[in-house]
């Protein structure tokens, strides 16, 4: 994880990447706080060099997500890799917020600790828009209401607003 920065980043790459951290920290509890410093710096690295390349396409953005959220289920976290991975994937979600058109389905991305639903909506209807978080498909078979949000202001006149409702399940 040591040649990120010599990488030539593609979209290959970084998919391959993102499914290295995630297999190494598939069980945290097996993995060295300083192997979790490094696959969280390799990943959070990758996500603030090439976030435009990551948000072309939804498979990678869900790998990098995953490989984010396997980071923060280590208990013995550093506060400051904590912050990291959380500013990696504020970041991630804000440049990935170019991919949902006005009037589109949220990209809904769920993995273990985060649940992050992106939309974007015109100014004309915001007012009246409900925005939900992102659901695995078994709290969707349960019929779990997820978290609602209503902005409750002022539609418009013009304009474009992107919503982005990021939920940490972390320990």
């Known amino acids: 994880l040591n040649t990120v920065s010599i990488q030539q980043a593609t979209v ?13 920290l598939v069980d945290t509890s097996q ?6 410093a490094d ?3 390799a990943i ?6 090439s976030s435009a390349l990551i948000c072309q ?7 990098v997500m ?3 959220s396997s980071i923060l289920d280590k208990t013995s976290l550093s506060t400051s890799l904590r912050n990291r991975v959380v ?5 991630l979600t804000y440049n990935c917020q170019s991919q949902v058109a006005i009037g589109e389905a949220a990209l809904q991305l769920v993995s273990k600790n985060v649940r992050t639903s992106i939309s974007s909506v015109d100014a004309a209807t915001i007012g009246s828009a409900m925005f939900h978080s992102a659901q695995s498909d078994l709290e969707k078979f349960a019929n779990q209401l997820p978290t609602a949000l209503s902005l409750g202001i002022l539609s418009q006149s013009s304009g474009t607003y992107g919503i982005t409702i990021t939920e ?3 320990k």
Do not use: E, P, W
Request: net charge neutral; hydrophobic share 50%; aromatic share 6%.
């Open 66 to 68: 995953s490989a984010l």
């Open 87 to 91: 500013n990696a994937t504020s970041f």
């Open 39 to 41: 696959c969280g710096t």
């Open 44 to 49: 959070v690295n990758t996500v603030f060099a």
């Open 57 to 63: 396409k939804s498979s990678l953005i869900s790998a």
């Open 12 to 24: 290959d790459v970084l998919l391959s990447r993102a499914t290295l951290v995630s297999t190494i």
């Open 168 to 170: 940490y399940m972390s």
């Open 31 to 36: 993995v060295s706080d300083s192997a979790v």
